[in-house]
């Protein structure tokens, strides 16, 4: 399930999205921290804010990664 490349190709379009978001949009990162909680004063700048993408499975023998 979700392992053909167009599954990814979104994911890492919903990635891109979301680090042009973090660094370009100030009012984003407000409304952000008021779902999720949180004081942004104490925030990393954008420059320091990661997008990271991690692949999970409950199967490490069956991994198949359509792009390797």
Same mark, same amino acid.
Request: net charge positive.
């Given at each position: 399930?979700? %392992?053909?490349?167009?599954a &990814?190709s979104? &994911? /890492?379009?919903? $990635?891109?999205? +979301?680090?042009?978001? @973090?660094?370009? =949009?100030? =009012?984003f990162? &407000?409304?952000?921290?008021?779902?999720? $909680? $949180? =004081? /942004? %004063?104490? %925030?990393? +700048? +954008?420059?320091?804010?990661?997008? %990271? /993408?991690a @692949?999970?499975t409950?199967?490490p023998?069956? /991994? =198949?990664?359509?792009? +390797?």
């Open positions: 399930m979700y %392992t053909g490349s167009a &990814l979104r &994911l /890492f379009n919903q $990635g891109y999205v +979301s680090g042009e978001l @973090i660094h370009n =949009d100030h =009012d990162i &407000l409304k952000a921290y008021e779902k999720i $909680g $949180g =004081d /942004f %004063t104490k %925030t990393p +700048s +954008s420059r320091k804010r990661k997008v %990271t /993408f @692949i999970i409950s199967k023998d069956k /991994f =198949d990664m359509p792009y +390797s």
